[in-house]
């Protein structure tokens, strides 16, 4: 296990609005090389965790110690492994981490060639490869414009579906292969490489990121104690909005108003702030994107 630092988004935000109090139980569904989550042992938390990725969860296991409880699982297991205890705050840190897409073996960068993998858990699912070789062109375009944003979806589509009937068969099982055949049919817009768009998409499809938040946003507000607050970081617009909408709906910000603009609801959740707060990408490049939302259960 390399020491790569994953400089963690936000954290002292994250510590803030967890307001960490000593013995307090907290869950971070996002464990990754446990940035956030030694904050909260830091101050006296106690941490149940989840990462999907086991190298991750190893990492965190070094990080945290003993004490913390930590399962390779998806964040949308959390309910179950809480197993009716409430949490005094949870964190969702969406995404993935630089150590994943630094490391080419993972296949996850289109700068480092690698194996076209991109599997948060490498051990269960289909790859990038896998998917590639068998996805119909429309679901194809359909993931590359909605979850990568590439305008030129139907293009790149149709380039990486012609790729499986040349003769003789040359597969996409690379990273590079994919990054070269994308830069030959889409044009490169600023300093941004023409795939970064694509790998997105692919990504957030094969590890069903959508999936795992909207199950997320569904049961874990209810896993919170009294006063406990949820916390969560998104770095694409599609999660932000889904947190956005979810947050606003359990605070019943969509209820009627009163006369003096209230919402008359009888909701046990409150929005501790209405706007999101962004990250600094001058601390960290990764936060550039970063929008954090926090939802509270009222005491
Ligand atoms: C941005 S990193 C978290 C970094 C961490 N907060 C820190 O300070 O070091 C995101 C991590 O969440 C994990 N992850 C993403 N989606 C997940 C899911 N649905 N279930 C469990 N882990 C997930 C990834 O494997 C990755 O390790």
Redesign the pocket.
């Known amino acids: 296990m390399d020491e790569t630092p ?4 936000l ?1 002292e935000d ?1 510590v803030d609005l967890l307001a960490v109090r000593p013995g307090g139980l907290y869950a ?12 909260v042992v830091s101050r006296g938390g106690r941490v149940v965790g ?4 086991a190298e ?2 190893a990492a ?1 296991r070094t990080r945290l110690g003993p004490e913390a409880e930590l399962h390779h ?5 959390l309910p179950a492994l809480l197993a009716g205890r409430l949490a005094d705050g949870i ?10 897409l630094d490391r080419p073996e993972r296949g996850f960068s289109f700068r480092l060639n690698g194996p076209l993998d991109m599997r ?2 490498p051990s269960s699912g289909e790859s990038a490869a896998e998917w590639l070789a068998r996805v119909g062109a429309d679901e194809l375009a359909d993931v590359l414009y909605k979850y990568g944003e590439e305008r030129q979806s139907r293009r790149v589509a149709r380039a990486i579906i012609a790729r499986r009937s040349v003769e003789p068969p040359e597969p996409l099982v690379t990273t590079r292969q994919l990054a070269e055949l994308v830069a030959s049919v889409v044009r490169a817009e600023g300093r941004i490489h023409p795939a970064t768009r694509t790998f997105q998409g692919i990504r957030i499809a094969i ?3 959508l999936g ?2 909207e199950r ?1 946003l569904a049961a874990l507000p209810d896993c919170l104690a009294p006063g406990g607050r949820l916390v969560v ?1 998104s ?1 694409h617009s599609l999660e932000d909005r889904a947190v956005k909408s979810a947050f606003r709906r359990l605070a019943g910000e969509d209820a009627p108003r009163d006369l003096y603009g209230n919402p008359v609801s009888t909701t046990p959740f409150r929005l501790v702030e209405r706007r999101a707060r962004r990250g600094d990408a001058d601390v960290n490049p ?1 936060a550039r994107s970063a929008r954090l939302r926090v939802l509270e259960r009222i005491a």
């Open positions: 994953h400089l963690s988004v954290l994250v971070d569904g996002t464990l990754g090389w446990g940035g956030h989550a030694a904050a989840t990462d999907r990725d991750a969860l965190a699982a998806r964040f949308s297991a964190l969702l840190d969406l995404g993935v981490s630089s150590p994943q948060m858990d590890n069903d990121e795992e938040l997320a970081i770095f990764r």
